[in-house]
């Protein structure tokens, strides 16, 4: 079956810590995302990359970082110095290049930091 | 990006067309609307897209008006599944920034 894979759908963090969010896809896409969606609110960009190697940051990178070492994987690591990390984060994954630009979304996971 | 403007809500009964407006006067000549919808807790899900032709496709149809301002999207006989917000975005082929605007959307409700 081709598709995005988020992992874990739950995750819970104590304040202070780094945790890393999984994004994997099999639908050889070039480009991959990640958005943060707060309670009642759109998605807001967190980064996106184009291509293996390379990302750029989005409107709120802040407290976050990336790395996309291989084409399938894109993880996201929230790290101590975001503010407010509690949120609902979705990765996505568009096959930009390729003439097609609309973007296929993952489950989501949901981490709730105390 | 062209910012869109949908209504917050709307509700439909069960088996009826399902019909969510969208206006997008300050669309450019090369934007595309899309549209995306979101199941509580889920992630978005891409419905169709076009730039000035009607599509249609398995899920849904949008029809775009003539001079582009304002767009709808049908489900034609909607379900309870149906129950979502529905996000109308307006984005070039070749952005700049490469990301999708979503604003708050139009929460539908299918009422059996």
């Known amino acids: 079956d081709g598709g995005i894979t988020q992992s874990p759908k739950y995750l819970f963090r104590k304040e202070g810590q780094n945790v890393t969010l999984s994004c994997e896809q099999n639908?050889?896409?070039?480009?991959m995302y990640w958005y943060r969606q707060d309670p009642g609110q759109g998605l807001r960009l967190i980064y996106y990359?184009?291509?293996?190697?390379?990302?750029q940051k989005g409107d709120i990178a802040e407290g976050y970082s990336v790395s996309r070492e291989k084409k399938e994987s894109f993880p996201l690591t929230v790290t101590s110095a975001q503010k407010n990390p509690t949120a609902f984060y979705l990765c996505?994954?568009?096959?930009?290049?390729?003439?097609?630009?609309?973007?296929?979304f993952g489950p989501g996971t949901r981490l709730t930091v105390t | 990006d062209a910012k869109t403007t949908q209504p917050t809500s709307m509700d439909c009964a069960e088996g009826r067309a399902a019909n969510l407006p969208c206006n997008h006067s300050?669309?450019?000549?090369?934007?595309?609307v899309y549209w995306y919808r979101q199941i509580h807790s889920q992630g978005p899900q891409y419905i169709i897209h076009?730039?000035?032709n009607n599509e249609t496709n398995e899920m849904a149809s949008l029809i775009i008006t003539e001079d582009r301002k304002s767009s709808t999207l049908i489900l034609p006989h909607a379900t309870l599944r149906d129950t979502a917000v529905y996000y109308c975005?307006?984005?070039?082929?070749?952005?700049?920034?490469?990301?999708?605007?979503f604003g708050t959307g139009t929460s539908l409700t299918v009422i059996p």
């Open positions: 990359s184009q291509i293996v190697n390379d990302f």
């Open positions: 300050t669309i450019s000549g090369n934007e595309y």
């Open positions: 076009g730039l000035k």
């Open positions: 639908l050889n896409h070039d480009a």
């Open positions: 975005i307006v984005r070039s082929k070749v952005p700049s920034g490469n990301q999708f605007y």
């Open positions: 996505a994954s568009s096959p930009h290049g390729q003439g097609r630009h609309e973007q296929y």
